[in-house]
Nanobody, 130 residues
Framework: QMQLVESGGGSVQAGGSLRLSCAAS???????????MGWFRQAPGKGLAGVEAIDSDGLKTYAGSVKGRFTISADNAKNTVYLEMNTLKPEDTDMYYC?????????????????????WGQGTLVTVSS
């Protein structure tokens, strides 16, 4: 069973930056490697939305709303992904969740399957004030 632990959320003013981290661990190393990891967001009472994801080939997929502002990266040795969030806007305010999959196809397919993924972190809150 894989576990994901997120960190790095917080409150910033518009135009500021945050860096989210998501570390994956499993009961045994044979349960890894991971094929895809990525970030999703969800506001209270609203649906899940993909933010950015990366697959084991290094292919990245991102939502149009974060293009040029957010960047996902992966440290495969640490089974950790990061989301560098720059030029934050008040509309970026949400709970952000990390997800992972052992077999995802590619990062684009992974982003579209948010509601069907099994492995999630606990979430980290990002609040951007104007």
């Amino acid at each position: 069973q894989m576990q994901l632990v997120e960190s790095g959320g917080g409150s910033v003013q518009a135009g500021g930056s945050l860096r989210l981290s998501c570390a994956a661990s499993a009961a045994s190393d044979s349960a890894l490697p991971i094929d895809c990891m990525g970030w999703f967001r969800q506001a209270p009472g609203k649906g899940l939305a993909g933010v950015e994801a990366i697959d084991s080939d290094g292919l990245k997929t991102y939502a149009g709303s974060v293009k040029g502002r957010f960047t996902i990266s992966a440290d495969n040795a640490k089974n950790t992904v990061y989301l560098e969030m720059n030029t934050l806007k008040p509309e970026d305010t949400d709970m952000y969740y990390c997800a992972a999959d052992y077999s995802c196809g590619n990062s684009g397919y992974f982003m579209g399957r948010g509601n069907y993924l099994d492995t999630w972190g606990q979430g980290t809150l990002v609040t951007v004030s104007s």
